[in-house]
């Protein structure tokens, strides 16, 4: 092997050429240069591929005993390693940035996801410059890089067209190609994508066969390819992160017919059947327990009869969105293999970056943003009958129950957001890599950790950890490399102090103990009676005969379990955990947490064609009266299209010109919608149209009166009966001049959305009104740039 002659503990590499002799005419013999070589990491340095899937339970892949096939994860398991004792953070934006780092979440910033960022360093999605991504680490030591999919790693006030982009990435990140969505779920059928930093349209609609895991599948097979065509000795990085099976759950319904029947048992059922299929496996140690139902999760014997037939739609939805991510997969897989480079390609398959989730409430969700917004009773057992047809479909944005999560997760207690129990941080993950591991079809149990990921691909590939990155100090990464076990299967493990904490839940891992508690239960937006963190009860568990955390041995060994609360601390204090923020909903409002926003003031001037503005981007009109003005050029004839749209067909509002006359619709949760009509059309000529809503008040979520003007001309009035009081969407955003995604109205399709006339400028304005229905257009632009 050609010894490597780069100093790479300093990235870039600097630049050092060679002392020679110099001639002064290019023509003389003696001019002698040494060639030019591209930058390649050392001989032998491996191609990476980590598919990284999201909100999948331990329990719910076949590879791991689950009812989910995933022939893909057993073959590639068939051939690698299964780790079963493999761990996340319990949350998806803080495992992938640690993951993509090395570090833990509270150390690069993430200790909830960036929706809910407060100032604290630890919480404040802002990833600190002294902690490189693993990225940029490879792409500066001559990788090529790409992502594929979600990144939840973007700080909202800085998710706007005008960045500043350094969290995104193909900018900041290190990743040279990106195509994917911003944000923390998306929809499937209909995403808002970005490629780079530009945003861009799905090439297909879901009529003609679109899905978002094949687009992502398609655009990582065609770069993997591109690359080894044009540069066969380069090694890549792929990060394929598709946004199943986070909610909404959308499949092709082909895919979810093939579980039709298969759930009927109910959830306790199903954690017995996958249970016994674990130990069957040998996934789990033949002495492990089944932990018990705890009584905030509902029996399925309790649930409503006529509720039944619902809950397992749900499931067998999520069944096939599961089994059609992992087909997805394998296409990637397979096209590594068909180009012949597949034995040197470390793939690292995590089943998920969190366990399963139990975000959609006891009874499952219809629209999975009505717990958000704490409007969950509106879909009642009734409504949820008259829906479940279009589970997985277009028409819905629908999340299973809260007992589909926990059965997910087996044999573990708790779900998703619990850090405290491994049902929230266990997750089965497959390592595949024939050049390095020799083993095929093994089984490790050595504790690891999504921190480990980074430093074992710098050792795989016979890299430095940098200690200098563009001209900032590095610390050090805080995982461990897991390259001493892939052929050593005893090998004692070496990560073995982590500790956990998520909204309060919280716990520490240390040489086989764990001693955790459960702070707050997720599904509950707004849960009463939450106790202080100094009376939280406290178990302590022995991993190296208790798999499960099944055996609570706190009132045993008490002295134990206060070693194992005050090594906790001391883990917090050294990566930035304190203070515990337990809040969450209230963490929405940035006001509250204290993180900057990128819109001041209560007021904003739009024009025309701005769009793919996310929520974060535009002045919140939540819970307030608010008005929206737009000055219009109608040509003769009319006009028609939107104005201005926020949100999309599962919440948000829109002011838009139909039939030549103006229209404002309120969509709540597109369960609820209200409309208010002008009563004439809007004449030819430059006006005014302004829609003035008057908030009811006396608390959230109330409705208010609307009135509709032109030039300060009172031309309709009626009545919304509700409003959201916490969020429209996760992925839909605000347009101007048309509508992107899904519509907010029945009356109008994106395609359809785009205004005939003209926009000159669009004014929302949540301050008092003191222009009599009417804004002077000399004023427009001082009156919007004092208020923001």
């Known amino acids: 092997m050609t010894p490597d002659r780069h100093a790479r503990t300093m990235l870039p590499i600097p630049d050092r050429p060679a002392p020679g002799h110099t001639t002064y005419d290019a023509k003389d013999p003696e001019t002698a240069y040494p060639p030019i070589e591209p930058l390649r990491p050392p001989e032998g340095a491996p191609n990476v591929l980590i598919v990284l899937l ?71 999605s802002l990833r600190p410059n002294t902690k490189a991504p693993l990225a940029m680490t490879l792409k500066l030591n001559g990788y090529s890089t790409a992502q594929f999919g979600k990144c939840h790693e973007v700080p909202v006030w800085q998710s706007s067209p005008m960045g500043p982009f350094d969290a995104w990435p193909s900018a900041g990140g290190g990743f040279e190609t990106f195509y994917g969505f911003i944000g923390g779920e998306n929809n499937q059928w209909e995403p808002a994508l970005y490629e780079g930093t530009t945003p861009v349209e799905p090439p297909a609609t879901p009529e003609e066969g679109y899905h978002l895991t094949e687009d992502l599948a398609d655009h990582a097979i065609s770069w993997i390819r591109t690359q080894k065509a044009l540069m066969p000795d380069k090694p890549f990085f792929a990060y394929f992160a598709p946004g199943a099976t986070h909610a909404p759950h959308h499949v092709p319904p082909e895919w979810a017919e093939k579980y039709k029947g298969e759930f009927a048992h109910g959830w306790d059922v199903q954690r017995e059947r996958t249970f016994a299929r674990q130990k069957e496996l040998g996934v789990i140690p033949a002495d492990a327990e089944l932990t018990p139902r705890h009584d905030a999760i509902p029996a399925w014997d309790d649930m409503p009869d006529e509720l039944k037939p619902v809950l397992e739609r749900e499931m067998e939805v999520y069944a096939g969105f599961l089994e059609h991510t992992d087909h997805h997969v394998g296409r990637v897989i397979d096209a590594i293999e068909d180009l012949g480079v597949l034995d040197n390609t470390i793939i690292y398959y995590i089943i998920g970056d969190n366990g399963a989730s139990a975000e959609g409430t006891v009874n499952g969700a219809f629209n999975e943003m009505a717990n958000f917004n704490g409007m969950a009773a509106l879909e009642t057992p009734e409504f949820m009958r008259s829906k479940m047809d279009e589970f997985g479909t277009p028409s819905s944005y629908n999340h299973y129950a809260v007992g589909w999560a926990w059965a997910m997760d087996t044999p573990f207690q708790w779900t998703k957001q619990v850090a405290s129990h491994w049902g929230g941080t266990r997750n089965g993950t497959v390592v595949h890599w024939p050049a390095g591991i020799t083993e095929k079809g093994g089984l490790r149990s050595q504790f690891t950790h999504v921190i480990d990921v980074a430093p074992t691909i710098l050792e795989a590939a016979g890299l430095p950890e940098p200690t200098m990155v563009n001209g900032v100090q590095q610390s050090p990464m805080e995982g461990t490399s897991m390259v001493y076990s892939f052929n050593e299967a005893d090998a004692a493990e070496r990560h073995d102090l982590q500790y956990f904490e998520m909204f309060g839940n919280r716990g520490v891992y240390h040489k086989g103990w764990s001693a955790v508690t459960k702070h707050r239960t997720p599904w509950l937006l707004t849960e009463a009676n939450i106790p202080a963190f100094d009376d939280d009860v406290w178990e302590l568990y022995d991993g190296s005969s208790d798999y499960s955390q099944a055996r609570d041995l706190s009132a045993e060994q008490p002295e134990k379990l206060h070693a194992l609360q005050r090594l906790w601390l001391i883990e917090a204090v050294k990566y930035n955990v304190l203070p515990i923020d337990d809040r969450t909903g209230e963490r929405l409002n940035p006001d509250l947490a204290g993180r900057p926003t990128l819109v001041r003031g209560n007021a904003q001037l739009l024009f025309a064609g701005m769009g793919r503005l996310s929520e974060n981007s535009v002045v919140s009109i939540k819970n307030k009266s608010f008005s929206v003005t737009a000055e219009l050029e109608i040509p003769e004839g009319g006009a028609n299209g939107v104005i201005i749209a926020q949100g999309g067909r599962f919440g948000g509002w829109s002011v838009f010109v139909s039939g030549d006359k103006a229209k404002f619709v309120y969509n709540v949760l597109g369960i609820q919608s209200f409309e208010i009509e002008a009563d004439r059309p809007i004449p030819a000529g430059t006006h005014q149209v302004r829609m003035e809503f008057a908030y009811d008040g006396g608390g959230l979520a109330k409705g208010g009166d609307v ?30 001049g048309y509508e992107s995604g899904t519509p907010v109205s029945a009356d109008y399709t994106p395609q359809s959305s785009r205004f005939t006339g003209r926009i000159n400028w669009v004014q929302i304005d949540t301050g008092d009104d003191d222009h009599d229905h009417l804004i002077d257009p000399d004023e427009r632009l001082r009156i919007a740039m004092a208020r923001q």
Do not use: W
């Open 54 to 124: 999201d909100d999948v339970g331990f329990g719910a892949s076949s590879a791991f005993g689950g009812p989910c096939a995933t022939p893909n994860a057993e073959k590639l398991a068939a051939g690698g390693l299964k780790y079963n004792r493999f761990h996340t953070t319990a949350l998806c934006a803080p495992t992938r940035q640690a993951m993509l780092t090395g570090r833990n979440h509270h150390s690069v910033g993430m200790g909830s996801i960036t929706e809910t960022a407060t100032s604290a360093p630890g919480n404040s």
């Open 707 to 736: 009135t509709l003007y032109y030039d300060g001309d009172q031309v309709g009035a009626g009545r919304v009966g509700a409003t959201q009081p916490m969020v429209f969407s996760a992925d839909e955003t605000t347009d101007v």
